[in-house]
């Protein structure tokens, strides 16, 4: 039985960033640097322990997986979202054992929304995509946090002085990319958000008019 | 329409550390058309699937990324959520969780690790996922079985003797479908790339 720590040392290499002063997990497949202020001065911290859990590889790739969810960025704030509680519970807390109970733990988790009587497949309401603001992109909001500054949808960067759309959620996309999501899930892509349904009854909603301009539908 | 540009985006950024994830993707033939893509993962270890690897079928429908692409073992796998027949996977980010900020890349991940957490209760094939809940030693001899006779073969010294091929000037995604229709044969590969 391998102790938490150890498991946790495979999972988040932990480093501290100068800069605020604290103990953070930079975003992988980056060059290294802060994920809180994108700071570079960061200090390797993660304590070198051998692993003697089997499936800490697999451990590993799912946490990369996570990752590539961007769940590493997401608003501690957000203290509702399932896929960040799940995170919170079974990566950063306390992966004790080596079975295959938390692997499949670690893969329920990405499978929110799918317990019986959640709404699937649902495409927005008209007026919750209308009520999307549009924001021009600011230096601050490029700068700060990363994953704000990428359409996880078209992979491009979303640069400052562009306009974009924003979700409640406060992630952004261009227009173009998210419109064909939004016709088909009343979802953030990213963290699954929803939409607030502000579509009354006899609202249209989105879907039925994208399909029809270009049948992503199908 | 297919999103070209982000397809392109997602091969080269799977490959680029496919050594450590132990996936990969490339074109499935030589053609150049981005909506067939062959994917490969290596077998987790400490699974029975320890050491294979496995080819994995891409198909990216025209709804890509807001469509799932549709994924289909080509190797030979025992596993309950895998048909042992057709290679059909039951995995529900291939299906109504997909999301279009997944890519290629964490959907093969993602196979990987159903790979190591079999879920018997949710079946793809009946037939295995019976055996794993009544006869579990059963089951993880015969997945390794097939994992020694499916996804070892073929794939002994594979990247060796693509190298070898590219080098003498042939297309790597040819290569590599030449020398999977033939098994991993390296001379009956050539004798074809050759002919070709
Ligand atoms: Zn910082
Ligand atoms: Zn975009
Ligand atoms: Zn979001």
């Known amino acids: 039985m391998s ?45 070198p322990v051998p ?12 946490f990369r997986f996570l990752q590539d969810l961007d769940l590493s960025n997401l608003n501690p704030e957000r ?43 649902l495409p927005a309401a008209q007026s919750a995509v209308d009520a999307l603001p549009e924001i021009v992109v600011s230096e601050s909001l490029v700068s700060v946090g990363g994953h704000e500054a990428w359409c996880s949808v078209c992979r491009d960067e979303v640069r400052a002085g562009a306009i974009a759309t924003q979700m409640p959620c406060g992630h952004v996309y261009h227009r173009d ?15 699954r958000r929803e939409l607030p349904a502000t579509g009354a009854v006899g609202d249209g909603n989105v879907g039925q008019q994208i399909a029809e301009l270009d049948g992503v539908i199908g | 329409m297919l999103d070209v540009s982000r397809v392109q985006k997602e091969l080269a950024d799977c490959n680029k550390d496919k050594a450590i994830s132990g996936v990969s993707i ?12 062959a994917g490969t993962i290596s077998g987790p270890v ?8 496995f080819r994995i ?37 291939l299906k109504d969780q997909w999301s279009p900020a997944l890519t290629l890349k964490t959907a093969l991940l993602s196979l990987q690790a159903l790979l190591s957490a079999p879920e018997p209760d949710d079946p793809q ?36 003797k693509v190298q070898k091929l590219v080098e003498m000037g042939f297309p790597e995604a040819l290569v590599r479908s030449t020398l999977d229709s033939v098994n991993g044969d390296e001379n009956m590969a050539l004798e074809k790339l050759c002919s070709g």
Request: aromatic share 8%; charged share 15%.
């Open chain 1, 177 to 191: 990319c998210i419109l064909p999501w939004l016709a088909l899930r009343n979802s953030c892509p990213v963290c």
């Open chain 2, 125 to 160: 094939d009946a037939v295995v996922a019976q055996q794993y809940l009544r006869d579990y030693p059963m089951f993880v001899a015969t997945a390794r079985y097939w994992t020694e006779t499916f996804a070892k073969r073929a794939s002994v010294g594979i990247e060796e």
């Open chain 1, 51 to 62: 692993n003697p859990n089997p499936h800490a590889q697999l451990f590993d790739f799912i």
């Open chain 2, 26 to 37: 490339d074109l499935h033939g030589g053609d150049g058309d981005l909506s067939h893509l």
């Open chain 1, 79 to 121: 203290s509702h979202d399932p896929l960040l509680q799940f995170v919170r519970d079974h990566i950063n807390g306390s992966i004790a054992g080596s079975g295959s109970v938390e692997i499949s733990v670690l893969i329920d988790g990405v499978r929110i929304g799918n317990e019986p009587g959640t709404h699937r497949a």
């Open chain 1, 3 to 47: 102790s938490a720590g150890s498991v946790r040392g495979t999972l988040a290499p932990s480093y501290f960033c100068r800069d605020c002063n604290r103990s953070v997990t930079p975003i992988p497949a980056t060059q290294l640097s802060c994920p809180l202020c994108h700071g570079g001065l960061l200090e390797d911290t993660t304590i």
């Open chain 2, 46 to 53: 400490g699974t029975p699937y320890e050491g294979g690897t």
């Open chain 2, 57 to 93: 079928d891409v198909r990216l429908p025209s709804g890509y990324p807001f469509e799932p692409p549709k994924m289909q073992f080509v190797t030979k796998v025992w596993h309950p959520n895998i048909s042992s027949q057709n290679g059909a996977i039951c995995l529900d980010i």
